[in-house]
Protein backbone atom coordinates (compact mmCIF):
# COMPACT_ATOMS: atom_id res chain seq x y z
CA UNK A 1 0.00 0.00 0.00
CA UNK A 2 1.54 3.57 -1.16
CA UNK A 3 1.62 6.12 2.02
CA UNK A 4 0.72 9.14 0.67
CA UNK A 5 1.99 11.49 2.97
CA UNK A 6 0.10 14.28 4.83
CA UNK A 7 -1.85 16.26 2.96
CA UNK A 8 -2.56 19.80 3.60
CA UNK A 9 -3.72 22.72 1.80
CA UNK A 10 -7.20 23.96 3.07
CA UNK A 11 -8.16 27.52 1.86
CA UNK A 12 -12.15 28.01 3.74
CA UNK A 13 -12.67 31.01 5.99
CA UNK A 14 -10.30 34.15 7.42
CA UNK A 15 -6.94 31.49 7.36
CA UNK A 16 -5.83 28.07 8.01
CA UNK A 17 -3.61 26.89 10.82
CA UNK A 18 -2.29 24.16 8.61
CA UNK A 19 0.42 20.98 9.55
CA UNK A 20 3.19 23.46 9.76
CA UNK A 21 6.37 21.84 9.53
CA UNK A 22 5.41 19.11 7.40
CA UNK A 23 7.51 17.14 5.33
CA UNK A 24 5.23 14.64 4.25
CA UNK A 25 7.97 12.25 3.39
CA UNK A 26 9.04 9.44 5.90
CA UNK A 27 12.49 9.05 7.11
CA UNK A 28 14.59 6.19 5.06
CA UNK A 29 14.90 5.12 8.77
CA UNK A 30 11.32 5.18 10.30
CA UNK A 31 10.69 1.46 10.75
CA UNK A 32 7.38 1.95 12.52
CA UNK A 33 4.61 0.29 10.66
CA UNK A 34 2.82 3.64 8.81
CA UNK A 35 -0.04 1.99 7.98
CA UNK A 36 -1.01 0.97 11.81
CA UNK A 37 -3.38 3.26 13.00
CA UNK A 38 -1.59 3.47 16.27
CA UNK A 39 0.91 5.33 14.22
CA UNK A 40 0.11 9.00 12.87
CA UNK A 41 1.40 10.10 9.57
CA UNK A 42 4.99 11.31 10.11
CA UNK A 43 6.39 14.53 10.06
CA UNK A 44 3.37 16.43 11.50
CA UNK A 45 3.43 17.75 15.41
CA UNK A 46 1.15 15.88 16.91
CA UNK A 47 1.04 17.58 20.70
CA UNK A 48 1.15 21.33 21.95
CA UNK A 49 4.91 23.29 22.23
CA UNK A 50 4.44 23.54 26.46
CA UNK A 51 4.25 27.01 27.85
CA UNK A 52 7.38 27.93 29.60
CA UNK A 53 7.33 27.55 33.26
CA UNK A 54 6.67 31.03 34.40
CA UNK A 55 3.93 31.65 32.06
CA UNK A 56 2.25 28.36 33.39
CA UNK A 57 3.08 29.30 36.67
CA UNK A 58 1.02 32.70 35.83
CA UNK A 59 -1.94 31.14 34.52
CA UNK A 60 -1.84 28.66 37.70
CA UNK A 61 -1.87 31.67 39.59
CA UNK A 62 -5.03 33.23 37.98
CA UNK A 63 -7.13 29.99 38.34
CA UNK A 64 -5.92 29.77 41.98
CA UNK A 65 -7.18 33.06 42.70
CA UNK A 66 -9.96 33.32 40.09
CA UNK A 67 -11.96 30.40 39.84
CA UNK A 68 -14.15 29.59 43.12
CA UNK A 69 -14.78 34.00 42.30
CA UNK A 70 -15.84 33.74 39.55
CA UNK A 71 -18.20 30.65 40.06
CA UNK A 72 -21.87 32.24 39.40
CA UNK A 73 -20.50 35.22 37.16
CA UNK A 74 -22.44 35.40 33.83
CA UNK A 75 -21.10 34.51 30.72
CA UNK A 76 -20.33 37.93 29.98
CA UNK A 77 -18.79 38.82 32.93
CA UNK A 78 -16.34 35.74 32.48
CA UNK A 79 -15.52 36.88 29.14
CA UNK A 80 -14.51 40.24 30.74
CA UNK A 81 -12.66 39.06 32.92
CA UNK A 82 -10.75 37.27 30.00
CA UNK A 83 -9.99 40.44 28.48
CA UNK A 84 -8.60 42.04 31.47
CA UNK A 85 -6.42 39.21 32.77
CA UNK A 86 -5.41 37.04 29.76
CA UNK A 87 -2.45 38.33 27.59
CA UNK A 88 -1.64 37.46 24.00
CA UNK A 89 -4.24 36.08 21.50
CA UNK A 90 -6.79 33.37 23.15
CA UNK A 91 -8.48 30.79 20.73
CA UNK A 92 -11.71 30.48 20.40
CA UNK A 93 -12.85 26.63 20.20
CA UNK A 94 -15.90 26.67 17.62
CA UNK A 95 -17.98 23.37 16.72
CA UNK A 96 -20.00 25.28 14.47
CA UNK A 97 -23.69 23.20 16.59
CA UNK A 98 -23.99 26.58 18.08
CA UNK A 99 -22.50 29.98 17.80
CA UNK A 100 -23.08 31.22 21.03
CA UNK A 101 -19.26 31.55 21.96
CA UNK A 102 -18.69 33.84 18.75
CA UNK A 103 -21.36 36.14 20.01
CA UNK A 104 -20.74 36.40 23.59
CA UNK A 105 -17.17 36.90 22.63
CA UNK A 106 -17.16 38.96 20.27
CA UNK A 107 -16.63 42.76 21.16
CA UNK A 108 -15.65 41.89 24.70
CA UNK A 109 -12.40 39.82 24.14
CA UNK A 110 -10.29 41.57 22.03
CA UNK A 111 -7.54 39.59 20.86
CA UNK A 112 -9.44 36.45 19.98
CA UNK A 113 -9.46 34.50 17.27
CA UNK A 114 -12.56 31.66 16.30
CA UNK A 115 -10.68 28.18 15.38
CA UNK A 116 -12.18 25.46 13.68
CA UNK A 117 -11.44 21.95 13.37
CA UNK A 118 -12.69 20.45 9.74
CA UNK A 119 -12.23 16.90 9.98
CA UNK A 120 -13.12 16.20 6.95
CA UNK A 121 -16.27 14.66 7.71
CA UNK A 122 -18.84 17.29 8.40
CA UNK A 123 -21.88 17.60 7.59
CA UNK A 124 -22.50 19.89 5.11
CA UNK A 125 -25.46 22.30 7.37
CA UNK A 126 -21.82 22.50 9.32
CA UNK A 127 -19.38 24.35 6.75
CA UNK A 128 -22.17 26.42 5.85
CA UNK A 129 -22.34 27.65 9.50
CA UNK A 130 -19.06 28.51 9.43
CA UNK A 131 -19.70 30.48 6.70
CA UNK A 132 -21.85 32.55 8.23
CA UNK A 133 -19.87 32.89 11.07
CA UNK A 134 -17.10 33.87 9.02
CA UNK A 135 -19.25 36.77 7.48
CA UNK A 136 -20.99 37.96 10.79
CA UNK A 137 -18.40 37.88 12.87
CA UNK A 138 -15.24 40.36 13.18
CA UNK A 139 -13.21 38.09 14.76
CA UNK A 140 -10.56 36.00 12.82
CA UNK A 141 -11.54 32.22 11.62
CA UNK A 142 -9.00 29.89 11.62
CA UNK A 143 -9.42 26.56 10.49
CA UNK A 144 -7.38 23.53 11.05
CA UNK A 145 -7.13 20.26 9.50
CA UNK A 146 -5.88 16.36 9.56
CA UNK A 147 -2.65 15.47 8.14
CA UNK A 148 -4.38 13.21 6.15
CA UNK A 149 -7.22 13.99 3.31
CA UNK A 150 -10.12 11.35 4.18
CA UNK A 151 -8.75 9.74 1.04
CA UNK A 152 -5.15 10.37 2.41
CA UNK A 153 -6.37 8.13 5.03
CA UNK A 154 -8.62 5.89 3.58
CA UNK A 155 -5.00 4.71 1.83
CA UNK A 156 -3.01 4.92 4.69
CA UNK A 157 -4.68 2.92 7.03
CA UNK A 158 -8.13 1.23 5.09
CA UNK A 159 -11.21 2.79 4.38
CA UNK A 160 -14.15 4.30 6.92
CA UNK A 161 -10.79 3.87 9.83
CA UNK A 162 -14.10 5.69 11.97
CA UNK A 163 -15.92 2.38 11.63
CA UNK A 164 -13.14 0.25 13.15
CA UNK A 165 -10.87 2.59 15.24
CA UNK A 166 -13.12 5.20 16.13
CA UNK A 167 -9.87 6.26 18.84
CA UNK A 168 -7.27 6.30 16.69
CA UNK A 169 -9.57 8.50 13.63
CA UNK A 170 -10.48 11.17 16.43
CA UNK A 171 -7.09 10.94 17.77
CA UNK A 172 -5.60 11.99 14.17
CA UNK A 173 -8.76 14.12 12.73
CA UNK A 174 -9.25 16.23 16.10
CA UNK A 175 -7.06 15.63 19.04
CA UNK A 176 -3.74 16.07 17.04
CA UNK A 177 -4.53 18.60 14.97
CA UNK A 178 -6.29 20.41 18.44
CA UNK A 179 -2.75 20.36 19.42
CA UNK A 180 -1.35 21.84 16.84
CA UNK A 181 -3.91 24.67 16.79
CA UNK A 182 -3.17 25.51 20.03
CA UNK A 183 0.48 26.42 19.87
CA UNK A 184 0.36 29.95 18.83
CA UNK A 185 -2.24 30.92 21.83
CA UNK A 186 -1.50 31.43 25.22
CA UNK A 187 -5.61 30.76 26.16
CA UNK A 188 -8.54 28.90 25.19
CA UNK A 189 -12.33 29.27 25.09
CA UNK A 190 -14.11 26.12 24.91
CA UNK A 191 -18.09 25.62 25.19
CA UNK A 192 -17.97 22.61 27.52
CA UNK A 193 -20.95 22.26 29.61
CA UNK A 194 -21.50 20.53 33.13
CA UNK A 195 -24.44 19.32 32.01
CA UNK A 196 -23.25 17.53 28.71
CA UNK A 197 -21.80 14.08 30.29
CA UNK A 198 -20.93 12.75 33.23
CA UNK A 199 -17.48 13.54 32.50
CA UNK A 200 -17.66 17.12 32.19
CA UNK A 201 -19.99 17.33 35.30
CA UNK A 202 -16.94 18.90 37.44
CA UNK A 203 -15.89 21.11 35.22
CA UNK A 204 -14.01 24.37 36.48
CA UNK A 205 -14.67 27.98 34.82
CA UNK A 206 -10.67 28.26 34.85
CA UNK A 207 -8.30 25.50 33.92
CA UNK A 208 -4.76 25.06 33.62
CA UNK A 209 -4.35 22.26 30.31
CA UNK A 210 -1.36 19.99 30.67
CA UNK A 211 0.77 22.38 28.21
CA UNK A 212 0.00 25.31 30.56
CA UNK A 213 -2.21 26.84 28.97
CA UNK A 214 -5.05 28.71 30.49
CA UNK A 215 -8.55 27.13 29.58
CA UNK A 216 -11.47 29.09 30.24
CA UNK A 217 -14.85 27.33 30.35
CA UNK A 218 -17.94 30.21 30.17
CA UNK A 219 -20.29 27.89 29.47
CA UNK A 220 -19.60 25.39 32.05
CA UNK A 221 -23.16 26.41 34.31
CA UNK A 222 -25.43 26.43 31.33
CA UNK A 223 -27.85 24.06 30.44
CA UNK A 224 -29.15 23.37 27.00
CA UNK A 225 -32.50 25.28 27.56
CA UNK A 226 -30.20 28.11 28.49
CA UNK A 227 -28.07 27.67 25.63
CA UNK A 228 -31.25 27.65 23.60
CA UNK A 229 -32.88 30.85 25.33
CA UNK A 230 -29.78 32.80 24.02
CA UNK A 231 -29.68 31.62 20.50
CA UNK A 232 -33.44 32.90 20.24
CA UNK A 233 -33.08 35.97 22.24
CA UNK A 234 -29.30 36.91 20.11
CA UNK A 235 -30.98 36.18 16.88
CA UNK A 236 -28.05 33.61 16.53
CA UNK A 237 -27.22 31.79 13.70
CA UNK A 238 -28.80 28.40 14.04
CA UNK A 239 -27.44 24.75 12.88
CA UNK A 240 -30.24 23.37 10.67
CA UNK A 241 -29.75 20.25 11.83
CA UNK A 242 -30.10 20.99 15.56
CA UNK A 243 -33.96 21.87 14.49
CA UNK A 244 -34.03 18.24 12.77
CA UNK A 245 -33.07 16.04 15.53
CA UNK A 246 -29.36 16.31 16.05
CA UNK A 247 -28.85 17.85 19.36
CA UNK A 248 -25.22 16.78 19.30
CA UNK A 249 -23.59 17.32 16.49
CA UNK A 250 -20.32 16.10 15.16
CA UNK A 251 -18.69 14.28 12.34
CA UNK A 252 -21.95 13.07 9.84
CA UNK A 253 -20.55 9.90 10.14
CA UNK A 254 -20.74 9.44 13.60
CA UNK A 255 -23.55 11.18 14.99
CA UNK A 256 -27.15 10.05 14.71
CA UNK A 257 -30.65 11.67 15.10
CA UNK A 258 -32.03 11.35 18.51
CA UNK A 259 -35.31 10.42 20.00
CA UNK A 260 -37.11 13.03 21.38
CA UNK A 261 -36.87 12.76 25.59
CA UNK A 262 -33.38 10.60 25.20
CA UNK A 263 -29.68 11.51 26.09
CA UNK A 264 -29.29 14.67 23.83
CA UNK A 265 -25.67 13.16 23.36
CA UNK A 266 -26.53 9.37 22.54
CA UNK A 267 -26.36 9.76 18.90
CA UNK A 268 -22.84 10.47 19.22
CA UNK A 269 -20.89 7.33 18.34
CA UNK A 270 -24.35 5.83 18.97
CA UNK A 271 -22.47 2.24 18.02
CA UNK A 272 -19.69 2.13 19.75
CA UNK A 273 -18.79 2.94 23.73
CA UNK A 274 -17.08 5.84 22.80
CA UNK A 275 -18.24 9.06 24.43
CA UNK A 276 -15.77 11.49 24.02
CA UNK A 277 -13.64 12.27 21.07
CA UNK A 278 -10.78 13.33 23.68
CA UNK A 279 -10.97 17.13 22.92
CA UNK A 280 -11.13 18.03 26.25
CA UNK A 281 -9.77 14.75 28.35
S1 LIG B 1 -16.11 11.62 15.07
FE1 LIG B 1 -15.91 9.78 13.76
S2 LIG B 1 -15.22 10.48 11.72
FE2 LIG B 1 -14.96 12.19 13.21
S3 LIG B 1 -12.85 12.06 13.81
FE3 LIG B 1 -14.02 10.89 15.35
S4 LIG B 1 -14.14 8.74 14.61
FE4 LIG B 1 -13.38 10.05 12.91
New binding site residues.
Partial sequence: MTNTGPDVGFTAFTGLIGASGVDGVPGADDARDLTDPEVSPPGVPTTTTPLDEEQTAAHRALVDQWNDRLEGATAEEILDWVNEHVSGTVAVTMSMQDTVLAELTEGRVHDAEMVFLD?G?HFDETLDVAREVDARYSLPLRTVEPAYSVAGQDETYGRDL?KRN?TA??RM??VEPLARMLDPYEAWISGVKRVDSELRKDTPILDVDRTGRLKINPLAAWTDEDVEAYIESHDLIVHPLTRQGYPSI??A??TLPVAPGDDPRSGR?ANSSKTE?GLHL
Fill in positions: TYYPCCRKGCTCWC
